[in-house]
């Protein structure tokens, strides 16, 4: 299978892009890995967001650390979003990191988003006893630096025809391949109730993690990169069939771009965001840009 694709389409407001939902035709949603504000776009208008529909976090989350969100699923009318459950860069707690929670299509005089339920905040504690937990110890990664070897991050969430959802680890990467989490009751976590997890699955990814994992159809597209540094990414697409193999697919697109999120819109149509937070224009920082002039990029691939 092959791609074609436009030229990158440049958006501004953000420069992290880190997981993204398409709302319709028209307009997707984007999580920043650095800031608890999701902001909406239009597929047709790069730019800036959408004035007056940016969903500000900060109170629904609680304390002034970021969530670091890095995934997003969309299981009938909700969004689920996941933090990347990680330590911070040094190896220190970081416990705004460890969150799943949802938010639902916004009523009358509400916005296009709304937050819904409560952040959970136990998934790692609800592991212990599971055999992921027995035979990766994702409990002790989780006090490692996310990208040494064998540290926590996760990266990646898609749903299931199920109604469960996939968390994808960037890291860590065994042995036998990059490891899927299976949240079998994700509606009861955000109501409080503790998670429930069904057996895990790993994916040979030739070394790499989980960047990012999308349902479409029957298969999942999965972008895989690094578990800690580096710039070398693929995607690949998999049956959701424990054992089989996931298929390499041949996107020469992702050249020059650092894919965090990908994401299908109503149409079928795949895309792909770059995280450009070390990638502004002139090599400066992204926090030392105004917001209007942060920036990431998007690419459309269709079926060649």
Known sequence: ????????????????????????????????????????????????????????????????????????????????????????????????????????????????????????????????????????????????????????????????????LLIGLRNPVPADGALLLILENPAEVVAGKPARFGPHATLDLGGQGIRSIERHGDSYYVVAGPPGKGKQFAVYRWSGVAGEPPQRLDVPQLAGLNPEALFFDPAGTLHILSDDGKDQPGGVKCKHLPVEERQFRRIALGLA
């Open 1 to 164: 299978m092959k791609f074609t694709a436009i030229e990158p389409h440049v958006y501004r407001g953000l420069c992290n892009a880190s997981a993204a939902i398409a709302l319709d035709a028209e307009r997707f949603v984007v999580a920043d890995d650095e800031v608890s504000v999701l902001k909406v776009y239009r597929f047709d208008a790069p730019g800036l967001p959408l004035e007056g529909e940016d969903i500000d976090l900060h109170a629904f989350l609680g304390g002034k650390e970021e969530a670091d969100l890095e995934g997003g699923a969309l299981v009938g009318d909700t969004i689920y979003w996941i933090g990347s459950h990680g330590a911070d860069g040094d190896g220190k707690p970081a416990p705004g990191r460890r969150v799943l929670f949802a938010t639902r299509r916004g009523g009358p005089g509400e916005r296009l988003l709304v937050p819904q339920g409560q952040p959970c905040r136990r998934l790692l504690d609800d592991l212990a006893g599971t055999p992921a937990q027995q035979l990766y110890d994702l409990l002790g990664a989780a006090g490692q630096a996310p990208k040494d070897p064998g540290g926590l991050s996760i990266e990646g969430l898609a749903d299931t025809p199920e109604g469960h």
